[in-house]
């Protein structure tokens, strides 16, 4: 199973940025996937999934209203868009996937690398 988060960047508060998460190993049909991310000195935290079985979406209050999680299952990605970027927002952000995620935002058990994302003026 491989999991490729890209996108990330440098961009102004105020701007936006699209990520990706290419997967291989897994369907998204069938499996949960996840956007995470980690701030210096923070804990991971969850930022948003998109179910496998009807692509429902969930995302943390802290994101709710700028971002938006979508897949595309012809092509195994799954997109976390980006907009109204705060510096708060700047963490590497990480996608997974697993065949279940709680409220807790347990239960992924495959991880990519991350990619970058910086809110800076």
């Known amino acids: 199973v491989q999991l490729q988060a890209s996108g990330g960047g440098l961009v102004q508060p105020g701007g936006s940025l699209r990520l990706s998460c290419a997967a291989s190993?897994?369907?998204?049909?069938?499996?949960?996937i996840g956007w995470f991310r980690q701030a210096p000195g923070k804990e991971r935290e969850g930022v948003s999934v998109?179910?496998?079985?009807?692509?429902?979406?969930y995302y943390a209050d802290s994101v709710k209203g700028r971002f938006t999680i979508s897949r595309d299952i012809a092509k195994n990605t799954v997109y976390l868009q980006m907009n109204s970027l705060k510096p708060e927002d700047t963490a590497v952000y990480y996608c997974?996937?697993?065949?279940?995620?709680?409220?807790?935002?347990?239960?992924?058990?495959?991880w990519g690398k991350g990619t970058q994302v910086t809110v800076s003026s």
């Open positions: 997974a996937a697993g065949p279940s995620i709680d409220y807790e935002w347990n239960g992924m058990d495959y």
């Open positions: 998109i179910s496998s079985s009807d692509g429902s979406t």
């Open positions: 190993g897994v369907t998204l049909d069938y499996y949960v």
